[in-house]
């Protein structure tokens, strides 16, 4: 218990998993966009065994571009030209049972061995793309490119954001696993861990976003929110269920 991830516990939905983790992480210079999307479009996207999370009775898809440094197995070593690079992804809001949490439609990072692992021990959707983020005093610009999706945006903090356990800003981040699915149609929960987010508000300017290409959102959510940095680790996969006979993937 005496990685920096433990330092804060009791904000946590549900108490910490019995299992021990098994990697750890550290996200940095990170940004929460989010959209509200159609609730029927989404319905169809998301395994059956899964029920949407929604807020206010809407539907909700976020873009998340961030720094992942220290990417390592418990034990392991995280040398920074191996365990550092940026990432993107496109997620939902999902829950099975009593635990609400994430879904992922995309990660892209340009590090092709961390699309191999994520494919394989993780069956997350990830993809190889064109990442840059630079810095210029308390602004980021970050640009993306995969094939035809992109996403370019200039973004900064501006002052500490009071959220409460029955805001939307709550809602959105503080989420402790992720929900994936294999090739077979087998369902899968990641749990974390980390401390309570130090959010703040942020200005965003997004110059170019291709990235919900084909994804029928609507209005976006007045709130882009900014976090410095967070240490985060991961427990095993727990297998969940199947899906039920002659049903497939959507």
């Given at each position: 218990m005496n990685h920096p991830a433990f330092k804060q516990t009791e904000h946590r939905p549900w108490p910490l998993p019995a299992?021990?983790?098994v990697?750890?992480?550290?996200?940095?210079d990170l940004l929460f966009v989010h959209w509200e999307v159609d609730k029927d479009w989404l319905r169809e996207k998301v395994p059956p065994q899964l029920e949407l999370d929604l807020f206010d009775n809407k539907a909700w898809i976020g873009i998340v571009p961030f720094d992942m440094k220290r990417v390592a197995r418990r034990g392991f070593p995280s040398p920074s030209w191996l365990c550092d690079f940026p990432e993107i992804n496109v997620r939902t809001y999902v829950r099975f049972g009593n635990k609400p949490g994430v879904w992922f439609f995309s990660l892209d990072v340009p590090n092709p061995f961390a699309v191999w692992?994520?494919?394989?021990f993780y069956h997350l959707p990830y993809y190889k793309a064109d990442?840059?983020?630079r810095k210029q005093d308390q602004a980021y610009h970050y640009c993306h490119?995969?094939?035809d999706l992109q996403f370019e945006a200039t973004y900064q903090p501006l002052e500490k954001a009071n959220i409460h356990k029955e805001s939307f800003e709550w809602w959105a981040t503080e989420r402790y696993c992720l929900y994936t699915q294999n090739k077979k149609g087998t369902l899968y929960r990641a749990q974390i861990h980390h401390p309570q987010w130090p959010l703040e508000k942020a200005q965003l300017t997004i110059h170019r976003n291709t990235l919900l290409k084909g994804i029928p959102v609507e209005?976006?959510?007045p709130t882009a929110l900014f976090s410095k940095q967070i240490d985060v680790v991961i427990y095993p996969m727990e297998r969940l269920s199947s899906l039920p006979e002659g049903q497939t993937q959507p």
């Amino acid at each position: 218990m005496n990685h920096p991830a433990f330092k804060q516990t009791e904000h946590r939905p549900w108490p910490l998993p019995a299992a021990k983790w098994v990697g750890s992480q550290v996200w940095a210079d990170l940004l929460f966009v989010h959209w509200e999307v159609d609730k029927d479009w989404l319905r169809e996207k998301v395994p059956p065994q899964l029920e949407l999370d929604l807020f206010d009775n809407k539907a909700w898809i976020g873009i998340v571009p961030f720094d992942m440094k220290r990417v390592a197995r418990r034990g392991f070593p995280s040398p920074s030209w191996l365990c550092d690079f940026p990432e993107i992804n496109v997620r939902t809001y999902v829950r099975f049972g009593n635990k609400p949490g994430v879904w992922f439609f995309s990660l892209d990072v340009p590090n092709p061995f961390a699309v191999w692992v994520a494919r394989t021990f993780y069956h997350l959707p990830y993809y190889k793309a064109d990442i840059r983020i630079r810095k210029q005093d308390q602004a980021y610009h970050y640009c993306h490119s995969r094939n035809d999706l992109q996403f370019e945006a200039t973004y900064q903090p501006l002052e500490k954001a009071n959220i409460h356990k029955e805001s939307f800003e709550w809602w959105a981040t503080e989420r402790y696993c992720l929900y994936t699915q294999n090739k077979k149609g087998t369902l899968y929960r990641a749990q974390i861990h980390h401390p309570q987010w130090p959010l703040e508000k942020a200005q965003l300017t997004i110059h170019r976003n291709t990235l919900l290409k084909g994804i029928p959102v609507e209005s976006q959510n007045p709130t882009a929110l900014f976090s410095k940095q967070i240490d985060v680790v991961i427990y095993p996969m727990e297998r969940l269920s199947s899906l039920p006979e002659g049903q497939t993937q959507p």
